[in-house]
């Protein structure tokens, strides 16, 4: 088996196929240099300087010895032939392959071409390589403006703050959060920015980049306004990387497109994490995941899937983010919500639990990890409480686990 992409997704397919008794070679085609490594801190604790590049490795070196995984780093696929069954790699070798495993994972979302040439200064964070130079950057760094208001650029956000930079978040949307959290939990993280000092700007994009000396200078928004800014941080989204199996003649979608069996429209070649696009069990629509319960879901079911074992992918997604003092949790989808009712905690943490036609369908948590573990068992297991028993604060909703 060859896996291209040692993402989370990939780095867990090979790890998950060995444990379940896989005893063919396995290949992992490492893009970048070194071992794979963890990408949610680097917009946390990394940047924060909390823990540093020896602590991100998904796996030891002495893992994949043992393990019989064949790890090739700095190796770009450049194409896939499914007539003859290999792989072509930029610097002229091929491999052959029984089975092709694509965890190609999704690129940061860059500027249009309209901006012109890009000054120093301006950049995303989507790998150790840009971790490192934010890191490194924001110590002279006097003024930080961040594009893009959803789980990255607010994290970023946030991390930068906390070691004292002067932070600008803009967003284009009326509000922070548009396509990933309710209405409430959005008006709760706004204000927790804005009391942590960060300018928010709402319902503005970015028109113009000025430089001097090809050196970021300042912005103009949509709606006039000029800020000064010694770096600009995009967060504006992620890309699914599908050329590879696009090229191939394999149907994609926003995704490469997989069955719940993580099996793409070639029987020899399996699809896992950011890059594909799935069939929803709580949906029944395909959709496109980017988190890391996701990529590891996703692995667990292409592994059974390659030694026989077949089990359909029907987890509930789930996910989280650290913002200042805060932890935002969330299990489910918010689509075709219809009620929602509100469990209110200490210190202003709260929780939201979304149904759909008097089903739950999602449950949303602001520092109330408890509930939100055991939403996703209830979720998981299929016990669900009616919106009466969520709504009455004296009932334990812990007994819908165990009923009587």
């Known amino acids: 088996m060859i896996i291209i992409g040692a993402s989370h997704a990939g780095v867990q397919l090979a790890a998950k196929t060995r444990e379940l008794g896989y005893q063919e070679p396995i290949t992992l085609i490492n893009g970048e240099p070194g071992l794979p490594y963890q990408k949610p801190p680097l917009s946390k604790a990394f940047l924060l300087g909390k823990i540093d590049e020896g ?13 019989g995984i064949n790890l090739l780093p700095e190796k770009r696929c450049v194409g896939i032939d499914r007539t003859a069954k290999t792989v072509a790699f930029s610097d002229g070798a091929r ?55 959803g789980f ?63 050196r970021l200078e300042r912005v103009t928004l949509t709606n006039g306004l000029e800020l000064e800014a010694d770096m600009l941080l995009f967060g504006i989204g ?30 020899h070649i399996l699809a896992v994490g950011d890059c594909t696009s799935f069939p929803s069990h709580q949906l029944r629509i395909p959709i496109r995941l980017e988190c890391i319960q996701n ?41 075709r919500v219809d009620r929602t009712i509100r469990r209110d905690g200490e210190d202003g943490a709260f929780s939201l639990w979304h149904f759909a036609e008097k089903r739950l369908h999602a449950v949303e948590t602001i520092n109330r990890p408890g509930e939100h573990l055991l ?3 209830l979720i998981a297991r299929d016990r669900l409480p009616t919106p009466e028993q969520v709504a009455d604060p004296a009932f334990n909703l812990r007994m819908v686990l165990t009923p009587a």
């Open 55 to 67: 602590d991100l490795a998904l796996r030891s070196e002495r893992f994949f010895a043992d393990a």
């Open 95 to 149: 491999l052959r392959y029984e089975t092709l495993a694509l965890a190609t994972g999704a690129r940061a979302r860059t500027l249009p071409a309209s901006f012109g040439k890009i000054p120093s200064g301006v950049l995303s964070l989507r790998t150790i390589e840009d971790a490192r130079f934010v890191r490194t950057a924001v110590a002279s760094a006097r003024r930080i403006v961040v594009v893009g208001g």
């Open 152 to 214: 990255i650029g607010l994290e970023v956000a946030s991390a930068l703050t906390t070691i004292g930079c002067q932070v600008a978040l803009v967003e284009f949307q009326p509000r922070l959060l548009a396509r990933s959290c309710s209405p409430e939990v959005a008006d709760a993280i706004e204000g927790l920015h804005r009391s942590a000092g960060i300018e928010l700007h709402l319902q503005a994009g970015l028109a113009e980049i000025h430089a001097c000396s090809e």
């Open 238 to 267: 992620a890309v699914p990387n599908i050329e590879l199996a696009a090229d191939a003649g394999l149907p994609c979608d926003n995704g490469i497109l997989v069955d719940q069996f993580c099996r793409t429209a070639d029987p």
């Open 295 to 335: 990529a590891h879901d996703q692995a667990a079911t292409a592994a059974a899937t390659l030694v026989g074992r077949s089990s359909p992918y029907v987890s509930a997604p789930w996910f989280w983010s650290d913002q200042h003092d805060c932890k935002f949790q969330m299990v489910g989808f918010l689509d």
């Open 375 to 377: 939403a996703r068992q």
